[in-house]
């Protein structure tokens, strides 16, 4: 089978765009989300879109600020997160430090797993949160 000089322009179109998508995702990544953990970053769309990426930053720290709220406290360590100083998840990780509370997944080697993975893992080795805090 052989390719007409359209079909070669529309993959080099379609590759030239998935480049410009990753790159402008990258930039929009590194520039408005380093405060986030890499797994609520990887969950960013492949897209060039700006208004696209806002709406999906939005989303994810949405996101990410219930699953804090809920189960942060314990898993920050484990999901990448370290709690501002001062904040209530801060006080919480030092009683916790100093109850002896520590992660279940304390000491395990979790690199392998993609984004989606270290979420439900942390979410599911996890306890709701408690009343009025």
């Known amino acids: 089978m052989e390719l007409t000089p359209q079909q070669i322009a529309k993959m080099v179109d379609q590759k030239v765009s998935g480049i410009a998508a990753a790159a402008a995702r990258a930039s929009y990544v590194g520039t408005k989300m380093s405060d986030l953990p890499e797994a609520y970053k ?9 208004g696209q990426l806002a709406e999906a930053e939005a989303n ?3 996101s990410f ?13 484990s999901l990448g997160w370290t709690p501002p100083p001062g904040s209530p998840a801060e ?9 002896g509370v520590a992660s ?3 000491g395990v080697d979790l690199s392998h797993l993609d984004s989606a993975q270290l979420i439900l893992l942390g979410l599911r080795n996890s306890r709701p949160a408690q009343r009025g805090r």
């Open 91 to 99: 006080a919480q990780q030092k009683a916790n430090a100093a109850a």
């Open 65 to 77: 600020r219930d699953d804090m709220k809920t189960h942060g406290p314990i898993h920050a360590a």
């Open 60 to 62: 994810i720290r949405r």
């Open 104 to 106: 279940p997944l304390q």
């Open 42 to 50: 990887n969950m960013m769309p492949l897209s060039a879109d700006q």
